[in-house]
């Protein structure tokens, strides 16, 4: 019998992950470096930009944690991080056109300085938290020339490269996501075969299959007589006559 649940968590070893958390981290000190609180005394930009940071790495979290018994909400969360990402990098280049400035080339050398640092690794260890954030900081520290160590344009500009690459990343793993939702099914139909499996169900050369979703069918009893029933009941409830493959 094929497991029954999907395989969950892991989210530490995803780059996606690992590049959210790093966009949280410097969207958090842009913030309070260039968005002082005179000039925001609702809160409403600084609150808006750490939120959609927090919420792109968060999300994937908890998709990657659901994902042991719904596929679905795993792709849910996927996107909605995916969003959340996109919806910062708006308010980025807001930013950037109200300081007069544009986004970089894709010529721009520190544009392409920054897409082609690339992440190391993350191997789980028996001191998990501890080992991950040194890990983290350490690759954080790839990109603070841009992030930290120069001007706001500098910053800004690198956080919408760094997302970018990010939300790349995040519309593949949801075509992965989706392809293996195709192919393997959700945790419902996982269950239900794991059933049919445990009881032993067996279609004969000559069983006839489900009009509804395809399962071989089984012989049933009514007052009517005997028909055949497909092997999903309840969830199914399709039926053929057995006069129907005489």
Aim: aromatic share 8%.
């Amino acid at each position: 019998m094929g497991r029954i649940f999907n395989t969950s968590g892991g989210f530490r070893k995803l780059h996606t992950f690992n590049f959210a958390t790093i966009i949280h981290l410097g969207t958090i000190s842009f913030c309070k470096r260039y968005i002082p609180w005179k000039d925001d005394p609702l809160g409403k930009t600084l609150g808006q930009m750490v939120g959609a940071s927090r919420s792109g790495k968060q999300n994937i979290i908890e998709g990657s944690e659901r994902a042991k018994t719904s596929s679905e909400t795993e792709i849910r969360l996927t996107d909605v991080a995916k969003a959340s990402l996109s919806e910062l990098q708006g308010d980025l280049e807001d930013y950037l056109i109200q300081k007069g400035s544009v986004p970089w080339s894709v010529r721009n050398p520190d544009h392409q300085a920054v897409s082609a640092i690339m992440l190391a690794p993350f191997e789980y260890t028996d001191d998990l938290l501890h080992d991950y954030w040194v890990y983290l900081l350490g690759e954080k520290q790839k990109f603070d020339p841009w992030l930290e160590e120069r001007d706001d344009i500098t910053a800004a500009n690198a956080l919408i490269v760094l997302i970018q690459r990010t939300t790349g990343m995040l519309g593949r793993q949801l075509n992965s996501l989706e392809e293996a939702f195709v192919a393997k099914g959700g945790i419902k139909e996982k269950m239900f075969q794991a059933r049919v499996e445990a009881r032993g169900v067996t279609a004969a050369p000559d069983t006839p299959t489900c009009p509804q979703c395809e399962k071989p069918m089984r012989k049933r009893r009514s007052a009517k007589g005997e028909f055949w029933g497909c092997s999903g009941y309840p969830e199914c409830k399709g039926v053929r006559r057995i006069e129907e493959e005489k």
